[in-house]
Nanobody, 117 residues
Framework: QVQLVESGGGLVQPGGSLRLSCAASGSFFSTYAMGWYRQAPGKQRELVGA???????NYVDSVKGRVTISRDNAKNTVYLQMDSLNAEDSAVYYC???????????WGKGTLVTVSS
């Protein structure tokens, strides 16, 4: 069982930046595709972006140019750098890991991001 623990959420002013981290347990982190999702109150969980085991990234259109996902396999950690934040970015942000070798998917418990003045 892979454990994912997000951190770095909090209150930030509009236009500000935040970096979220997701630490994973286990020895196979480097083989996982990692994703960041978010869920705002009353809305469905949505993909923010993802990074493959080889480091390729993709992002949804609403965050392109404002978000960067990176990973440090030596630290078993994936990051979500968010810039130019606005109120619509307020949500609980979740980390997701996909182990395609065994067909398993794991989720963290989320970290809350609130963008407000």
């Amino acid at each position: 069982q892979v454990q994912l623990v997000e951190s770095g959420g909090g209150l930030v002013q509009p236009g500000g930046s935040l970096r979220l981290s997701c630490a994973a347990s286990g020895s196979f982190f480097s083989t996982y595709a990692m994703g960041w999702y978010r869920q705002a109150p009353g809305k469905q969980r949505e993909l923010v972006g993802a990074i493959t085991s080889l480091g390729s990234t993709n992002y949804v259109d609403s965050v392109k140019g404002r978000v960067t996902i990176s990973r440090d396999n030596a630290k078993n950690t994936v990051y979500l750098q968010m810039d130019s934040l606005n109120a619509e970015d307020s949500a609980v942000y979740y980390c997701n890991a996909v182990d395609s070798l065994i067909g398993m998917e794991y989720w963290g418990k989320g970290t809350l991001v609130t963008v407000s003045s």
